[in-house]
Nanobody, 124 residues
């Protein structure tokens, strides 16, 4: 059982940066891969990034490659998403989710635990 809480969202201008955090509580944190997802207004939820249990493997959606970086601190049971050069199309509610597997793939329909989300708005 895991509980996930996102933080760090807010209003930022195009070209700016934000760092999102996903803090976890519960057992066996190191047994879970973690994914970041987002849902823009009127759009379907999409995967943003995924990180393996020890942080050694990461992957990203094409739309954010080169701009976003996912990382994790297992000593603090926390996952981060550093977002740089933000664009208006990045505006969305961002969610973190956990899956108990060793395979570093984060299908949006197969994650076991979800946070409630944090809103990111990119606007002038």
């Amino acid at each position: 059982q895991l509980q996930l809480v996102e933080s760090g969202g807010g209003l930022v201008q195009p070209g700016g940066s934000l760092r999102l955090s996903c803090a976890a509580s519960g057992f066996n944190w190191g047994s879970y891969i973690i994914g970041w997802f987002r849902q823009a207004p009127g759009k379907e939820r999409e995967g943003v990034s995924c990180i393996s249990r020890n942080g050694g493997t990461t992957n990203y959606a094409d739309s954010v490659k080169g701009r976003f970086t996912i990382s994790r601190d297992n000593a603090r049971s926390t996952v981060f998403l550093q977002m740089n050069n933000l664009k208006p199309e990045d505006t969305a509610v961002y969610y973190c989710a956990a899956r108990r597997t060793a395979v570093p793939v984060c299908p949006s329909n197969a994650m076991d635990y979800w946070g409630k989300g944090t809103l990111v708005t990119v606007s002038s």
